[in-house]
């Protein structure tokens, strides 16, 4: 037999050396190979655990969620309890002054002062209450007419207040923090009387 390597020269020791490195690779992946249901079982094993912690972490969340609602669905439930405490003690002055109307007096004029001076107090109680919690009312006489805080009930000729200025307030009107709360109900001014 005739040695081809040594007939090829140069390119035939090329070819000779990548088969040897190609045989080297498959005697390396024998190796590695040698022991595939370990490694077949590390990685179930690995692939387990992580399963397991994303489970773990997926019923974590959704527990976290779920007292979240419950938080929030509470303090939707329960949000206007401190302003109805504090409404409670201008209900006790409104029954104070009820009761003192209802006192024998001598005199009539001094029930009625009483009574007068127990609901004064109590509108002052019941203005400080809203004013706690951002409630102020909204200026209306003498100002011009915005329809963003006011209703015009009606106009009326003035000669005094100018044209489309609010010239009467009906009732007040509130804004609770940057909101309007209830617009005032006012009479807006036409301008002077036209003579006939």
């Given at each position: 037999?005739?040695?081809?390597?040594?007939?090829?020269?140069?390119v035939?020791e090329?070819?000779?050396?990548?088969?040897?490195?190609?045989l080297?690779d498959?005697?390396?992946?024998?190796?590695?190979?040698?022991?595939?249901?370990?490694?077949?079982?590390?990685?179930?094993?690995?692939?387990?655990?992580?399963?397991?912690?994303?489970?773990?972490?997926?019923?974590e969340?959704?527990?976290?969620k779920?007292?979240?609602?419950r938080?929030?669905?509470?303090l939707?439930k329960?949000?206007?309890?401190n302003?109805?405490?504090?409404?409670?003690?201008?209900?006790?002055?409104?029954?104070?002054a009820?009761?003192?109307?209802?006192?024998?007096?001598?005199?009539?004029?001094?029930?009625?002062?009483?009574?007068l001076?127990?609901?004064?107090?109590?509108?002052?109680?019941?203005v400080?209450?809203?004013?706690?919690?951002?409630?102020?009312?909204?200026?209306?006489?003498?100002l011009l007419f915005?329809?963003?805080?006011?209703?015009?009930?009606t106009?009326e000729?003035?000669?005094?207040?100018?044209?489309?200025?609010v010239?009467?307030?009906?009732?007040p009107g509130?804004?609770?923090?940057?909101?309007?709360?209830?617009?005032?109900?006012v009479?807006?001014?036409?301008?002077?009387?036209?003579?006939?």
């Amino acid at each position: 037999m005739i040695d081809e390597t040594k007939e090829q020269g140069p390119v035939g020791e090329q070819l000779g050396a990548e088969v040897s490195e190609d045989l080297g690779d498959v005697e390396t992946i024998t190796d590695a190979d040698s022991n595939p249901e370990s490694e077949t079982e590390t990685l179930r094993r690995e692939l387990d655990e992580t399963r397991d912690q994303l489970m773990r972490v997926a019923a974590e969340f959704d527990n976290f969620k779920k007292r979240m609602e419950r938080e929030k669905s509470k303090l939707l439930k329960y949000a206007g309890e401190n302003i109805l405490r504090e409404l409670l003690t201008t209900l006790d002055n409104l029954d104070r002054a009820v009761e003192q109307g209802r006192v024998v007096a001598d005199d009539d004029t001094n029930k009625f002062e009483s009574m007068l001076q127990g609901l004064e107090l109590t509108q002052k109680g019941l203005v400080s209450t809203l004013e706690r919690f951002g409630v102020a009312p909204v200026g209306a006489v003498g100002l011009l007419f915005n329809p963003d805080e006011h209703d015009a009930l009606t106009m009326e000729a003035n000669d005094e207040i100018p044209a489309n200025h609010v010239l009467r307030e009906f009732a007040p009107g509130y804004r609770f923090k940057d909101r309007v709360l209830r617009h005032a109900q006012v009479v807006v001014s036409s301008g002077p009387k036209k003579e006939p």
